[in-house]
């Protein structure tokens, strides 16, 4: 068994089609081919089903394919260590953001990064705390930017606060608090809110301080996107709450400090494994040593 034809198998599996499997991977098909019905022959199993219309995995493609990919990532970092003894940084950085991380400026840290790291394949995904955190657990993500409420911390990995900020309030430009420069929690619970969806970190911030205020209110409008969000609240729809720090990247909203805002805490987070040899440089770009 070859690493390039655990390659080729993931590649098969991912792209459902011998020929676009080939393209990625930069040989020709009918080597691509030959090299999946080697494996197969030695495996003595069958990992795909073919057609002339569609390529399909088996049961057996399946169990083999999480084993597959492990191999891969395994040698992938064992040859990222052994280029790091001599200075090259090379291999992969997946990192994770909430949409409104704002103690990092995440494009430009990763545009100085790649002019550092110019071997290092970059990866970027925006998701919600609770899910990247996960990821960053399971290995998927090397780097995860959480926001978190301030009573929370990262679970099952190792992390670092990086900043805390107050939550304001936004409005439409024509809603009748606009015309105020505060206002308070009992107030705004009168008011529809564009929120995060339920049981997300990033919504619990604001729930708990509802709850905790003794209040309750009505979120109409649950949407994951913090742009999207500012645009339902520019139309008068509901009024939303965000960090502070991250309100100015908005516009067509009216902002309110709240007298009794709650705290976001963002963290920074990486795998209690250890960190890559590029998921080290990251870190340390931001001014970050993992202890060993």
Known sequence: MELQ??????AVAETHSFTRAAERCLVVQSALSH?????EKELDVRLFERTSRRV???PAGAAFLPGARQCLEAAERAAAEAAATVGVIRGRLAVGVIPTVAAVDVPGALREFHERYPHVRIS?????????VEQVRQEVLDIALLGLPNSARPQGVDSRELARDRLVAVVAPGHPLARRESVSLRELSAEVFVDLPARTAGRAQTDQAFAAAGLTRE???????????????????????????????LT????????????RVEHIAWSRGGSSPAAAAFL?????????
């Open 284 to 292: 340390g770009l931001l001014g970050i040593t993992p202890e060993p």
């Open 35 to 39: 090299q999946i019905a080697r494996l």
């Open 56 to 58: 399909r995995i088996t």
């Open 219 to 249: 979120v109409a409008y649950e949407v994951t996107n913090a742009d999207f969000i500012a645009r339902l609240v520019g139309q008068g729809l509901g009024v939303a709450l965000f960090p502070s720090r991250f309100v100015p990247q």
């Open 252 to 263: 067509g909203v009216t902002t309110l400090d709240v007298a009794d805002a709650p705290t």
């Open 124 to 132: 970027l995904r925006v998701g919600a705390s609770d899910e990247l």
């Open 5 to 10: 034809q655990l390659r080729y198998v993931v």
